[in-house]
């Protein structure tokens, strides 16, 4: 029986002015799973993830979803097809409440993003819904505080609620740990745990940590190629991934000790 890929890039490259950010990229992520992309800075991991999200154009290469080609989609219609991203830094309104952000994210499903003559009462019937998705997050308590008053754990819990929104199937999050402290991460790493039932979750995550908790699979990028790919175990032992994360020196110590 053959993998069930959701997602495939095919020699999946980007250059710019002669600079190789990505490099022959061949990622399959397999429908259901949490998967990995890490690396030290400078990788190429938010490019790939660019690339996919159509926020980049490919030099070269092919990008699948479900078999089929989406290289030449752009960002809305692959979001129509269930590819939805997070971004690195938290990207809801600061001057809504909770509910009305998870709200705003509802009438995009709805075609209604631009009715704005329309009087709020006509948004009363996505209330249910967007109350449903807050408790989905933990976030059921913080409907009516304004996003610029949560705490920044909560915000990032927020952009998961309106990701969710959109319905995906398949979730691109990007840092989703970024500047938090213990507690908010092990919030975060059960909210993406609960939420990823039945749906499949592609994350770039510099925390190891996080990642041996969460993710199936792992592929490693440095300097733009792909340098490993398998499970936490695999990958940590690889000598190659301990050197690009540690330095030469700093692994051979480790494999030592």
Not at 65 to 71: D, E, M, Q, V, W
Request: with cysteine; charged share 25%.
């Amino acid at each position: 029986m053959t993998q069930a890929f959701i997602l495939e890039t095919r020699g999946l490259t980007k250059e710019f002015r002669g600079f190789t950010a990505v490099d022959d990229v061949n990622l399959q992520v397999r429908e259901g799973h949490i998967h990995a992309l890490i690396g030290p800075n400078g990788a190429g991991k938010t490019t790939v993830f660019n690339l996919l999200t159509k926020f980049l154009p490919p030099t070269r290469g092919e990008i699948l979803y479900r078999g089929k080609p989406i290289t030449g989609m752009k960002a809305n219609e692959i979001a129509r097809l269930g590819l939805v991203r997070s971004f690195q830094i938290s990207a809801v309104f600061g001057h809504m409440t909770a509910l009305e952000n998870v709200r705003v994210a509802l009438q995009r499903t709805l075609g209604t993003s631009f009715h704005f003559w329309k009087s709020e009462r006509s948004l009363d019937h996505l209330n249910e819904r967007a109350l449903e998705l807050l408790d989905e997050v933990g976030l059921a308590d913080y409907a009516d505080v304004l996003t610029v008053e949560m705490p920044y754990g909560r915000k990032r819990a927020l952009e998961v609620a309106t990701t969710l929104a959109l319905d995906p199937t398949l979730m691109l999050l990007d840092e989703p740990t970024q500047g938090m402290g213990a507690e908010d991460v092990d919030r975060i790493v059960e909210l993406i745990r609960r939420v990823s039932k039945g749906r499949t979750v592609l994350m770039v995550e510099h925390n190891l940590s996080v990642v041996s908790r969460l993710c199936d699979r792992i592929t490693v990028l440095a300097r733009g190629a792909v340098l490993a790919e398998g499970d936490y175990q695999e990958v940590s032992r690889n000598p190659q991934v301990r050197e690009a994360y540690m330095g030469s020196e700093a692994a051979e110590e480790e494999a030592s000790a």
